[in-house]
């Protein structure tokens, strides 16, 4: 089994900063990609950062991208979104993905595995 627990959401102004944290345990050798998405209540989950094993090539969303930076430590099986300059349509759950592909997908059904979701609030 694979386990990904989220961390570091909370209420920040528009402006702000935040880093979330994926932590991966259990079995980590199935976990090569690595994924952010975000889902806010009625509307599907979109994607916003993908990652390789390696941390050799990165995705972004068009929303995110010269914001966002994801980035991980495979010795601490972890992985990060730092998360600059929010902006209020930024609130959302945030969800970490893993996969055992090696590219940096970007679709909802290519992640196996998921974490529970960490709310952001970015207030105007």
């Known amino acids: 089994q694979v386990q990904l627990v989220e961390s570091g959401g909370g209420l920040v102004q528009a402006g702000g900063s935040l880093r979330l944290s994926c932590t991966v345990s259990?079995?980590?050798?199935?976990?090569?990609?690595m994924g952010w998405f975000r889902q806010t209540t009625g509307k599907e989950r979109d994607f916003v950062a993908a990652i390789t094993y390696t941390g050799g090539s990165t995705v972004y969303g068009d929303s995110v991208k010269d914001r966002f930076t994801i980035s991980r430590d495979n010795a601490r099986n972890t992985v990060y979104l730092q998360m600059n300059n929010l902006k209020p349509e930024d609130t959302a759950v945030y969800y970490c993905a893993g996969d055992s592909r090696i590219y940096a997908a970007t679709r909802v059904d290519e992640y196996d595995y998921w974490g529970q979701g960490t709310q952001v609030t970015v207030s105007s």
């Open positions: 259990g079995r980590t050798d199935d976990v090569y990609a």
